[in-house]
């Protein structure tokens, strides 16, 4: 599962149904405003230049099964197995994510 970040801008959840990794992904060679630090400032915190700790509930927002009880159930019990690898924070509701760039 990861969040790309289009030529615009805008995000989106692919690979939703892929519960075993979560990333960032942005284009080689983005345009300006395309790149993560831009295009994640209203849902995510940066950690450093490459890491972030991203609201989950925003990343189920942008599911295309956003609505449906199985799925959002399985992304949360997915944060929670990653939360003693420091890869989830339950309190706060986010997960950490890296930032992949890679060719169009």
Known sequence: MYLLIADDGSLSLQEHEEMKSFCVVEHANAPEGADASSALSNIAEPIDNDHF????????????????PQWVNGFWDMLKKVEPYGYSDMATKRIKAHVEIRPK
């Open 53 to 68: 700790w991203i609201n989950a509930s925003s990343v189920i927002e942008l599911s295309p099964q956003s609505d449906d």
